[in-house]
């Protein structure tokens, strides 16, 4: 079983709304991420979790604020975003991502689709 | 840097007709190399992936080989179907850098 599932599949939010994006994955996988896809554009990474440990942040605005509350879960919290924020959002896991560990699989869920009005 | 380059689309296809989707890379050290699958509405699906020089990823009638010496990881199918229909990207990693750098992306149209 190699499946990422996520929530919602679609939300609508206001600049002044609060939501979160939900992630989980029971593959036993220690690392999961969040990326951002504007259309016909490849995934852009935002998020690194490892351990349950952000261990990467792509300079991402404080408006998009992560969460690991366990090794299966991953939520991402938005609050006062922006039009351009719209986008495909896509979370993904892999088995084990610590530095010097050999290179693993990241296996994506079906993403949530973000509109900012 | 790390960088992947793939041919640029659209591509359209009849059915049945033999795909090649061409992608190079750079790197520093020795990257495991993928092709993901993005049907229209959907998220990214692993299609195949090689780890090594010469390795040989497959998967649905896809195939892909590992070139050290050109640097290439070039997509084909010898008869594609119009569910073929996606777009098609090639991604590299390299051991502990915990990124998958990406191409842009081919588009893919397959007509019956």
């Known amino acids: 079983d190699t499946e990422v599932t996520q929530t919602p599949k679609h939300l609508v939010m206001g600049m002044t709304n609060k939501k979160s994006l939900k992630c989980e994955q029971h593959?036993?996988?220690?690392?999961m991420y969040w990326y951002k896809q504007k259309a016909k554009k490849p995934p852009e990474l935002m998020f690194v979790?490892?351990?349950?440990?952000?261990?990467i942040n792509e300079s991402v605005p404080s408006r998009f604020s992560p969460e690991c509350p366990n090794s299966s879960l991953l939520n991402l919290h938005l609050h006062a975003l922006q039009p351009e924020d719209s986008a495909l959002y896509l979370c993904?896991?892999?088995?084990?991502?610590?530095?010097?560990?050999?290179?693993?699989?990241?296996?994506f869920g079906p993403g949530t689709r973000l509109t900012v009005l | 840097g790390n960088s992947v380059t793939q041919m640029e689309g659209p591509v359209t296809l009849s059915e049945e007709a033999f795909l090649t989707i061409n992608c190079t890379y750079t790197?520093?050290?020795?990257?495991?190399l993928f092709w993901y699958v993005q049907y229209p509405g959907e998220g990214l699906q692993l299609l195949l992936k090689a780890t090594k020089a010469d390795d040989k990823g497959s998967n649905k009638g896809f195939e892909a080989t590992y070139r050290k010496e050109t640097t290439s990881f070039h997509l084909e199918k010898g008869s594609v179907q119009v569910s073929d229909s996606a777009v098609y990207f090639c991604a590299l990693s390299i051991q502990g850098a915990q990124k998958l750098v990406f191409g842009q992306g081919t588009r893919l149209t397959i007509n019956p």
């Open positions: 979790y490892s351990y349950e440990k952000l261990s």
């Open positions: 790197a520093t050290g020795y990257p495991s």
């Open positions: 993904a896991s892999s088995r084990d991502s610590r530095r010097g560990a050999s290179v693993d699989t990241q296996y």
């Open positions: 593959m036993g996988h220690r690392a």
